[in-house]
């Protein structure tokens, strides 16, 4: 049964990344992977505001599996944005690398640490 829920998570996750990557890109002719960043700190949001609802007694396991572990599991990708910056790295753009680590793991954790708070503040 929990191994279903996972599978249903990823199966919207994985498309929603896809989807949205190119939406973004598509928006933004930049070198900068902005589509990669924004679904990244999105899921990291994502996470966090589940975490807060479980800790707060309001999510059960099987939500925790379905939209954590499937759904988030699926959408971020922290290959993706090693590869992104690895490749910034590679054509010159050191800058938009260095600034692509930093901003995705401050953005990301910053995500994460809202979305606990902002659950918490709701739900406690």
């Known amino acids: 049964m929990n191994w279903l829920l996972v599978i249903a998570g990823a199966m919207v996750g994985a498309p929603l990344r896809y989807v949205t990557d190119r939406m973004v890109q598509l928006r933004h002719d930049a070198v900068f992977p902005w589509g990669t960043f924004a679904i990244n700190v999105t899921g990291c949001l994502v996470l966090g505001l589940l975490t807060g609802a479980a800790s707060a007694g309001v999510a059960s396991p099987h939500l925790e599996l379905l939209l954590g572990t499937g759904l988030c599991g699926a959408l971020t990708t922290y290959s993706t944005f090693s590869y992104e910056t690895l490749r910034l ?32 503040a709701l739900w406690a």
């Open 89 to 120: 790295t590679e054509t010159g753009a050191g800058f938009y690398a260095a600034a692509n680590a930093i901003a995705s793991v401050a953005a990301g954790l910053g995500a994460a640490f809202a979305g606990v708070w902002f659950a918490q």
